[in-house]
Structure formats: structure tokens, C-alpha cells
């Protein structure tokens, strides 16, 4: 055959196989119909599409325009939903894109990203009877700075696999969608560094509830799906971080720290500095560690300082100006003394950083003496009385809770955090072991048979394993602390506790078992132990005993001279 022959006939037995393989692949798409399969096999060939891999979004909306002038609107709507068919069979061919049992996110890309087109077969079901299609498109190709394209696509990526719910799903996907377009319009570099200022512009542009959720939503999924931690980010989601357990309080968790507050650049990547070294050098109670970095973030934003300076060149007669400014407000010696501290260390870690030379201020100058005043916070017999007899109407774990105050005086904390093996039998006495998360150690004390037996049927009803919490939240994890401290407040309102004018405290039950022992002989060690306290000058704040004592001592005094007047001349005439 001719040259020129030759050269004409491969194109045409080109075109005949590439035909012949999209008939194959079209053929395998049994999830469409015949008649839309074929109106999708005509308009790949009338554009050159020969593999069903290839259809995109873009396809998608120059298949509907394909479509307009031939059909009526029911059978376009059919016909569309073929086509997304055919593209969601191809995609489930090449799900065997899995490492390690799991589907890998798409890749980003700066062009539109269609959520029905979504690698993952349980997200690709969540889609398909979407009724606002063109909701689901998600244009990355638009002119807008890159990082924030790139977050805004893998917060979409995770929310859509992570929501369970799928009007939530839809209420999320919506203000995500809003968010992306604010973003967008203010040139958002990076959502992680947004400003306060900024963040308050979309609230209040919003007014929605969902305004405040977005943001945070985004910025913890960012912070905790990275690769490498983001020091850089102005919020900090602590479970990222992996800490001891003995750190953490899990009745009443630190969840996050924010930095957002120091609007000063210099002085916010200093106090990131100084947290990150508390984290991870540190053996600080997180609890601990975010009240020092509240008081350093206070302390911090008060001070007015030009960028191109920063805290480390802060004059003697600056601190001094400040810390007599702080000195006036009407606050306990014990917080003000806590200040001056944090404020102490922060200074200090930049002293050991070579940051600053020396401490801009003496520190003992500025404390305060610290005069412990004693609160009688005893709850009154009667009280307790009538709150155990109105018992059977509180919720059964809110019941079992206040038993644990009442009859131990345990911290809220520590019964919130209590596991199943709290609970033993030694010879013929019950016993509970407690952690202290104040004093990172276990104690042991001995409890009411009736209270053991209690929670044995308890732990035996829910089946709660020795390691699993007793009383837990939703998530399976300890019962918040501030959670009970409402609840049991609530009950005593709705059960009119005193007629209504006895408030609910968890700590008054410590003060009422510390008392009651201490007034039936236990020595004030005694209490110490029991109470679990380091010191005995703080026991001795649970103590109500000075008022009694002293009231004591003067009926017995008056009992046997009548009046004070005639004690002091029967003291005269003494002398005399």
C-alpha cells in the first residue's frame, strides 16, 4: 500500500479503537440507564472525550448546555443524573488508590471541585440526591491567595468525611461556603494567622450562630491534621500535643490556648516562645501552664509598644509604671501575687534565652503579704438532710455524684474522674482509690458499704470496664466538672434545697467532712492526710471550727461570771 495510504488509514483505525474502548467502559456503567449512557457516549464523541475518567465538572455543565435545545427539563434532569453515574462508576474503579486500609483525600487542584465527583464511596452516597447541585461546586480556580485556597479545600475535605449527620453536613457546608467567599473578598493569606479584627468582621457581617463555629472549626482541623505542628498559628488545640496523663485534669480539660490576643507581632511569637517551652520542657499541670500564659497574655496586651520593638526592651521605670497601676486594683492579695509570678517567669525564660539581660523589676518589692481570710462554707445539717431525702429525684449519675461529695468530701474534679477499679474490698472494710490531679498522685480511703455496693451495681448496669470512667460525657470520656456543678445546682433550685436560698457549692462538702472530723477528735494532720493537702495551714482553712470555738469559749466564760463586767472587777479587786 501507498505511503500516503498508510497515513490516511491509522487515524481512522485510531479513531475505531478509541470508539470501540469507550463503548467497553460505558457498557461495564450499569448504574445508568441505556438511554442516558448513550446521550453521554454521543456528546464524549462530538467533544473527543474518550474515557469516562475524564469527565469533570466543566464537562458536566457543557453537557447540560449540550443538552438544553433537544430536551425538555425532566429528561435533562435524568439525563445529568446519568452522566454523574457514569463519572461516579469510573471513580469507584479507581478507588484502588488505599494505603493502609484507607481512601486517599484528591488531590488539590486550582480548578472546581465537584462534591458528588468525591474519591470516597460513603461520601459520593451522601450527594446523590442532592437537590442544589450547583451548591456542591467549589471553585478553587478564582484569583485568591493560595494557602488559604488550600486550607479552605482540606477543611471541606475532612468536614465532608467526618460528619455523621447530614443536616449538619449541609449547615457546615453552607457557612464553610460563606467563609470561603468572606476569605476570598479580604485577601486572607492564612486562616491560622487571621487577626481579631478580622474574625470579629465576619461575625458580625454573619450575625449566625454558625459564624463563631466556622472559624474555630477550620482553624482546629488545620492545627491538628498538619504534618508538622503549626507554632505559627495563633490558636493552639492542646490534643494535638500528646501530653502525660498526670498533666491533664480530664474533669475540667484544657482544650485549646489562644494568642490572638496580643495584637503586637514580636510579642505574641515570644509568648508562643514561651508556651511551647512550658509544653514541652516543663512538667507544668496544663491547667497551671494556661493561667500563667492568661496572666502573661493580660499582661502582654496592656502594654503599647511600636512593632519594631518588643518586650525584651521594656525600661525599669515601664514595669514600675505598670506594676504600681496594677497594684490598685481590687483584687486578692493571692491573684495579684499570681500575676506578678507569671510575669516573673515569662521574664525569666527570656533571661535563659538571652533575650534580656536582666529582670526589669525586683519582684519583692511588689508582692503582696498574703492574709488568709477564713470562709465558713459548712453546709448546714438540715440542708443535707433534706437534700438526701429528695435524692430520688435527681437524675441517677447526678445522685451518685453528690453521694461521693457528701459522704467523702472529694474534690468535683476528682469524682468527675473517677475509674471503675475505684472500688475494693480489704478484709472486712470497702475502700476507693481517688487520683489527685492537683497532686498527681493516687490516695486511698475508706468509704460506706452502703456507697461501695451502690456503685458495684452501677458499674455492673452499664458495664464499665476497670479503665473506663464511672460517670462519663458523651464522648465517652469524664464528666465535666463545670457540667456538674450546674446540674446540681439546678436540681437544688427545682427541689426548692432551704427554700430556695441554699447555692449549691461542691467545695462546701470538704469543709463539712473537715469539720465534722476535727470536731470529733481527728487532729488537724488527720484531716490533712485525709483531705489529701500538702500543708497544714491549708487544711486549716477547711476547718470551720474559729467561730465555734470562740463562741464556745464565751458562753463558758460568761457561765461561770455572769457578765464580762463583773469579770474585769473581779479582776480588780484581784490586783487591788
Known amino acids: 500500500m501507498p505511503a500516503p495510504l498508510l497515513q490516511l488509514a491509522e487515524p481512522k483505525q485510531n479513531m475505531e479503537e478509541l470508539q470501540a474502548q469507550l463503548e467497553a467502559e460505558l457498557s461495564e456503567c450499569t448504574e445508568a440507564k441505556s438511554p442516558g449512557r448513550n446521550q453521554v457516549r454521543n456528546f464524549m464523541m462530538t467533544n473527543g472525550i474518550w474515557h469516562i475518567v475524564e469527565l469533570d465538572y466543566l464537562a ?12 425538555s427539563e425532566i429528561s435533562r434532569k435524568r439525563y445529568l443524573l446519568d452522566f454523574d453515574r457514569v463519572k461516579q462508576h469510573a471513580i469507584k474503579r479507581q478507588m484502588q488508590l488505599i494505603v493502609n486500609g484507607r481512601y486517599q483525600d484528591p488531590p488539590y487542584e486550582n480548578t472546581i471541585f465537584y462534591l458528588p465527583y468525591y474519591p470516597n464511596p460513603k461520601v459520593l452516597e451522601r450527594f446523590q440526591k442532592a437537590k442544589k447541585k450547583e451548591e456542591l461546586a467549589w471553585h478553587f480556580e478564582i484569583c485568591a491567595p493560595e494557602i488559604m485556597k488550600r486550607q479552605i479545600f482540606q477543611v471541606l475535605c475532612v468536614t465532608v468525611k467526618s460528619s455523621q449527620d447530614n443536616r449538619r453536613l449541609s449547615d457546615r457546608l453552607s457557612e464553610l461556603r460563606k467563609f470561603y467567599a468572606f476569605c476570598c473578598e ?14 470579629q468582621k465576619y461575625r458580625e457581617n454573619r450575625k449566625s450562630i454558625w459564624s463563631t463555629y466556622i472559624i474555630d472549626h ?18 493552639w488545640y492542646m490534643e494535638r500535643f500528646h501530653l502525660q496523663p498526670e498533666r491533664l485534669n480530664p474533669a475540667a480539660p484544657v482544650r485549646r490556648i489562644s494568642f490572638l490576643e496580643v495584637t503586637h507581632k514580636g510579642n505574641r511569637e515570644l509568648l508562643q516562645q514561651y508556651v511551647r517551652y512550658g509544653l514541652g520542657v516543663t512538667n507544668l499541670a496544663l491547667g497551671m501552664l494556661r493561667d500563667e500564659t492568661l496572666h502573661v497574655r493580660k499582661f502582654l496586651a496592656d502594654i503599647t509598644q511600636p512593632e519594631d520593638k518588643n518586650i525584651c526592651v521594656i525600661t525599669s521605670g515601664e514595669m514600675e509604671t505598670y506594676l504600681k497601676k496594677l497594684q490598685e486594683e481590687k483584687i486578692r492579695a493571692t491573684s495579684y501575687n499570681a500575676k506578678i509570678m507569671a ?3 515569662f521574664f525569666n525564660f527570656l533571661l535563659a534565652r538571652r533575650y534580656v539581660e536582666h529582670i526589669p523589676f525586683d519582684v519583692d518589692l511588689y508582692l503582696k503579704k498574703e492574709v488568709r481570710v477564713h470562709h465558713d462554707r459548712s453546709v448546714e445539717t438540715e440542708t443535707a ?13 447526678i445522685r451518685l455524684m453528690y453521694l461521693h461529695l457528701w459522704a467523702l468530701g472529694l474534690r468535683i474534679s476528682e469524682v468527675c474522674a473517677l475509674r471503675g477499679d475505684a472500688y475494693y474490698i480489704q478484709g472486712q472494710d ?4 481517688v487520683y489527685q490531679t492537683k497532686m498527681h498522685t493516687y490516695k486511698r480511703m475508706p468509704i460506706p458499704t452502703a456507697l461501695y455496693k451502690l456503685m458495684k451495681v452501677y458499674l455492673k448496669k452499664y458495664n464499665i ?7 462519663q460525657n458523651t464522648h465517652g470520656g469524664a464528666y465535666c466538672s463545670g457540667t456538674l456543678q450546674k446540674k446540681l445546682k439546678k436540681c437544688c433550685e427545682e427541689n426548692d434545697i432551704a427554700a430556695g436560698t441554699y447555692h449549691f457549692e461542691s467545695h462546701g462538702y470538704r469543709h463539712t467532712i473537715a469539720t465534722n472530723y476535727y470536731d470529733n477528735g481527728v487532729s488537724v494532720q488527720g484531716v490533712r492526710d485525709y483531705l489529701g493537702h500538702v500543708y497544714e495551714e491549708m487544711t486549716l482553712q477547711y476547718i ?5 470555738k470562740v463562741e464556745k469559749a464565751g458562753e463558758d466564760y460568761f457561765h461561770q461570771h455572769g457578765s464580762l463586767a463583773t469579770g474585769l472587777k473581779g479582776s480588780e479587786q484581784k490586783n487591788g
Not at 60 to 71: A, G, P, V
Open 60 to 71: 458536566r455543565k457543557k453537557f447540560e448546555e449540550y443538552l438544553f435545545d433537544k430536551y
Open 186 to 199: 479580604e485577601s486572607i493569606e492564612d486562616i491560622e494567622r487571621m487577626e481579631y479584627e478580622q474574625i
Open 218 to 235: 477550620c482553624r482546629k482541623i488545620l492545627f491538628l491534621e498538619s504534618k508538622e505542628i503549626h507554632w505559627h498559628a495563633n490558636i
Open 343 to 345: 510575669i516573673l517567669h
Open 385 to 397: 438532710i433534706e437534700i438526701l431525702g429528695k435524692l430520688s429525684s435527681f437524675p441517677e449519675e
Open 430 to 433: 470497702t475502700w476507693i482509690k
Open 465 to 471: 470496664g476497670a479503665e473506663s470512667y464511672v460517670f
Open 544 to 548: 470551720d471550727y474559729m467561730p465555734k
